[in-house]
């Protein structure tokens, strides 16, 4: 349990530790929680009750990392945090700085190529940057391999009048010229509805190794990102159907936090993207967590998946009563394509807050009551 002298690594650093381990990791591997230390680096010394030193947008309670669990339909687990660095100083730039010494320090422990960093970091990184964050890292655990590393960039981060011409030339530098209208001639159809959210790159050298987009939809239906699937041939559409519906209970117009889409490409491939995932933020769209796990559920069990490995990650973050409050199921995504299908459910760690369960419903929602 946390008290107010708990440091947010002592309190990341357990959860995380009882989520690999009930994902099946060696005991004995201290890997994951050793890297997170590194991310956290002296933020993670900082005590709880002493609140947030920099407002990051990783988490709604300004919590700097956010765990995942990745259910492959193959049955094959991993553990991702999704973390920002903080400077000792935080602001925009010296996060920045902090988050490269990070890498230099990964890259030289585990041997991870930053090629595709190097080739973008120049104008996804400028000295000033502009928006919600500019450098964000998934670490992607599974039990017995290398940990691999991922980096989110900001395509606002120069203004958001110049996201679309950062995404085309950093498919561009990546030697992916054709990707970037084959994400968007689905996606970006609705103006300012449709907004570039990441473009994230995977730091390592398999042939699987990906380059992600990520696009919101704001006040989207089902057909909005049913459509948005289309630039992948094949998928399952109804499956998709299914996934905003009972995920989102009533709702009919995500008008909460939006929907996102993102599109996966692979060097092999620059031309069409391999896959295509929905993320739905459920957090918006519940009266609190006890009503998100059962909708979770079901559709894990409508997939074939046991919903057992759901309610043991969920315990290994938090035990509070899950009515008592909103947003340790943050999101949950479906991913769809050749390069692997499978649920993936985001989990807040509520280091510094817990979200009230919600009585009013969204503007522009039939209901998030049900
Ligand atoms: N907290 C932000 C949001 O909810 C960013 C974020 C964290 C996010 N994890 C995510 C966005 C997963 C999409 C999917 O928007």
Redesign the pocket.
């Known amino acids: 349990m946390k008290n107010e002298t708990t440091t947010l690594f002592d309190h990341t650093s357990r959860q995380l530790r009882a989520l690999c381990a009930e994902a099946g990791f060696p005991p004995n591997d201290d890997t994951p929680v050793d890297m997170l230390s590194e991310l956290l680096d002296a933020a993670g010394h900082r005590r709880l009750g002493d609140g947030p030193a920099w407002p990051s947008?990783?988490?709604?309670d300004a919590t700097p990392v956010?765990f995942s669990v990745a259910l492959d339909d193959t049955g094959d687990r991993a553990v991702r945090v999704?973390g920002e660095t903080l400077a000792e100083r935080p602001g925009l730039s010296s996060n920045v700085e902090q988050a490269q010494r990070f890498l230099r320090r990964m890259s030289e422990r585990f041997g991870i190529p930053t090629d595709r960093f190097d080739a973008v970091s120049d104008l996804f990184l400028p000295e000033q940057p502009r928006g919600h964050f500019a450098f964000w890292y998934s670490m992607i655990f599974r039990p017995g391999a290398t940990p691999k590393l991922k980096i989110y960039f900001n395509p606002a981060v120069r203004g958001e009048g110049r996201a679309a011409e950062l995404v085309a030339e950093g498919f561009r530098r990546l030697g992916m010229e054709d990707a970037y209208a084959a994400a968007t001639e689905h996606s970006v159809l609705r103006g300012d509805a449709d907004r570039f959210?990441f473009f994230a790159v995977d730091l390592d050298d398999s042939p699987l190794s990906r380059v992600k987009l990520y696009i919101s939809h704001h006040d989207a239906t089902a057909d909005t990102v049913v459509r948005a699937s289309e630039a992948v041939d094949g998928l399952d559409r109804d499956g998709i159907r299914e996934f905003c519906g009972l995920l989102g209970g009533d709702t009919t117009v995500f008008a909460g936090?939006p929907l996102?889409s993102s599109y996966s490409f692979v060097e092999g491939d620059p031309k069409r993207p391999g896959n295509y995932s929905i993320?739905l933020?459920i957090r918006d769209y519940v009266s609190d967590d006890a009503r998100a796990r059962a909708r979770v559920a079901e559709f894990l069990h409508r997939r074939g998946i046991d919903a057992s490995g759901l309610d043991r990650a969920i315990r290994a973050i938090s035990d509070r009563p899950l009515d008592a409050g909103r947003g340790l199921l943050?999101?949950v995504s479906l991913r769809l394509g050749q390069f692997g299908t499978g649920t993936t459910i985001?989990l807040s760690s509520e280091g510094y807050d817990v979200l009230p369960p919600r009585v009013d419903a969204v503007a522009g929602c039939a209901s998030v009551g049900s």
Do not use: F, I, M, N
């Open positions: 947008d990783v988490a709604d956010e999704l959210t936090r996102v993320y933020p943050a999101h985001y």
